[in-house]
T-cell receptor
């Protein structure tokens, strides 16, 4: 079983829809990282969080430490949000190198 | 903004060649990382470095080596390239010893023929 599971693997939405991507993990963590990868390949850091909720523009990330679960929400989705969204966690007590990645959720937003 | 620059976006090499992938960051970050990304497998850590001349193996170091002679530059070396090393390679950097966001380069898509 993977230590970081994302769902769904693929998601197609219509422009304007509210989108939720889920991340569940089975290890104790120090922090969780949401990343975005566009079709060209480059990866951009969206959020790093260890508790509660963070918001940036139309993106909201939440984490529930007790339930070992995080969600990434996109409000008023737009075709430019089409990308792969990756969840990654730092294993509690692990080194900086011990970042465990999910396999990603591929989002396609249709106009 | 942090800039992580990888030397090539696309690279084609032949089996048995020695291949160098270069990565440079401009924000004086202590930590640098090399990952490979394959369909269905996600990102996997090859090597990372906390400081100049320091390196540590990640999850899949076999067939690779690294060099960090200067703080801003981290090189990945494929000693004798093989077809199973065809992949997307991503470099990242981050600050300090606490958990900080990693900043990624645009990636190098390497094909070994």
């Amino acid at each position: 079983k993977n230590e970081v599971e994302q769902s769904p693997q693929n998601l197609t939405a219509q422009e304007g829809e509210f989108i939720t991507i889920n991340c569940s993990y089975s290890v104790g963590i120090s922090a969780l990282h949401w990343l975005q990868q566009h079709p060209g390949g480059g990866i951009v850091s969206l959020f790093m969080l260890s508790s509660g909720k963070k918001k940036h523009g139309r993106l909201i990330a939440t984490i529930n430490i007790q339930e070992k679960h995080s969600s990434l929400h996109i409000t008023a989705s737009h075709p430019r949000d089409s990308a792969v969204y990756i969840c990654a966690v730092w294993n509690y007590g692990g080194s900086q190198g011990n970042l465990i990645f999910g396999k990603g959720t591929k989002l396609s937003v249709k106009p | 903004d942090v800039k992580v620059t990888q030397s090539s976006r696309y690279l084609v090499k032949r089996t048995g060649e020695k291949v160098f992938l270069e990565c440079v960051q401009d924000m004086d970050h202590e930590n640098m990382f090399w990952y490979r990304q394959d369909p269905g497998l996600g990102l996997r850590l090859i090597y990372f470095s906390y400081d100049v001349k320091m390196k540590e193996k990640g999850d899949i170091p076999e067939g690779y080596s690294v060099s960090r002679e200067k703080k801003e530059r981290f090189s990945l070396i494929l000693e004798s390239a093989s077809t199973n090393q065809t992949s997307m390679y991503l470099c990242a950097s981050s600050r300090g010893r606490s958990y900080q966001p990693q900043h990624f380069g645009d990636g190098t898509r390497l094909s070994i023929l």
